[in-house]
């Protein structure tokens, strides 16, 4: 409908790139890969080989010294393909960006190169058992012990958690009875003593992307493993970074909500009801003409909250914004889609049932949608 103006020609090239990596090295596994719920390591380490991971972090520390456009077209590319499995946005946009920006040179050199090349799969690790989008209610606590931290607790629903070896952990460092000023970000290598990881957890949905629980008893890691450059700014910098964040959950459902009305533009040209078309009856092409409207309207606005981003202002009620309103119009956009393909829509082996599935958790993760206009309400 509307041209879109966020991309020039080497972002085109790259995304050429991106499609065929994710149609001929990524999806002929995808199967497989949820039924073990979660990828194999070799997938990453190819990304890495092909660029692909860190995108935004500077070359001197392997990345590619992008901007965030070029993350975008990996995210939508990823998308379109259905390749729900692969955990790099959470690596390569959330993990790698609170090490590069907040993290000690030490810290940067020794674990971005090895992100960038997949050597190293980052996680981080927030919510926890009985603590969900309230992060300042965490249980989780590091206890200073001569030069070491002592970190106890555990955490649940990580992303990428199952293959970690690098994970940023929210924790409690203080007792000012403050909240905020009392959380910190700990960088905890797989491996340590006391640092276990649950089986991935059963899901409904993106069974290819793995997902554990955490467990942390007596870990010892030393004080330098600390983010920032002092206890009590870990509030400070996941606040700096949920804006992004939350982008990229709304970045992900719109791609999300066209690549379902893509795959529903396919079957009801081609499936025959009557004689005729699915397409041709006027009750689907006005549902169809209905998700092509909301989809370029939801297009737009997170368009504009790109452009933002990439001059730093964006601000976090209309990410908040874009992240429910876009997460809501991705469900909305696949039960239709699900209904215009008829009983089929409901055979696993189609994609757009695994779009059904897969897209439920957009309504949740990145703080609940209800959070998200809880956030919007406090800036009336």
């Known amino acids: 409908m509307i041209p879109r103006t966020l991309f020039g020609p080497e972002h085109e090239e790259f995304r050429k790139s991106l499609r065929r990596f994710f149609a001929e090295e990524v999806m002929p596994h995808h199967e497989r890969w949820e039924e073990q719920q979660h990828v194999d390591r070799a997938i990453w380490k190819r990304a890495g080989e092909l660029g692909f991971l860190c995108l935004t972090i500077p070359e001197e520390y392997g990345g590619m010294g992008a901007d965030r456009v070029y993350s975008t077209v990996l ?119 006391g640092f276990t990881k649950g089986k991935p957890l059963k899901k409904v949905g993106m069974k290819g992307q793995d997902t554990c629980e955490l467990f942390f008893e007596n870990v010892r890691v030393p004080q330098s493993n600390l983010l920032g450059t002092k206890e009590g700014m870990g509030f400070v910098m996941l606040m700096k970074e949920l804006a992004w964040e939350r982008l990229i959950i ?17 079957y009801t040209r081609g499936r025959k009801v009557f004689g005729k078309p699915v397409a041709s009856y006027q009750n689907s092409r006005f549902k169809l003409a209905e998700m092509k409207s909301e989809i370029a309207i939801g297009q737009v606005f997170v368009d504009r909250c790109i452009e933002l981003q990439l001059k730093n202002k964006l601000a976090p009620d209309a990410a908040a914004a874009a992240k429910y309103w876009t997460s809501d119009l991705l469900c909305k956009v696949v039960d239709e889609c699900v209904q215009l393909h008829g009983g089929y829509g409901y055979m696993l082996e189609y994609p757009i049932a695994r779009a059904y599935i897969d897209s439920r958790a957009s309504k949740i993760y990145g703080g609940t949608n209800e959070i998200m206009k809880e956030l919007i309400a406090r800036t009336l």
């Open 75 to 193: 995210m939508e590319e990823q998308t379109y393909a259905g390749a729900s499995g692969v955990g790099f946005s959470v690596h390569s946009d959330i993990i790698a960006n609170y090490i590069c920006n907040f993290g000690t040179e030490a810290q940067k050199r020794e674990w971005l190169p090895k992100m960038a090349s997949g050597e190293a799969i980052g996680a981080v690790a927030m919510t926890e058992p009985g603590t969900g989008s309230d992060l300042q209610s965490i249980k989780t606590r590091a206890v200073k012990d001569g030069d070491d931290y002592v970190i106890n607790g555990s955490k649940i629903f990580i992303t990428n958690g199952y293959l970690s070896d690098i994970v940023v952990l929210v924790a409690k460092t203080g007792d000012s009875g403050e909240g905020a000023k009392d959380i910190s970000l700990i960088l905890v290598e797989a491996g340590r003593p």
């Open 250 to 266: 709304a970045i992900l459902s719109v791609a999300g909500a066209q690549a379902a009305l893509n795959l529903t533009l396919d």
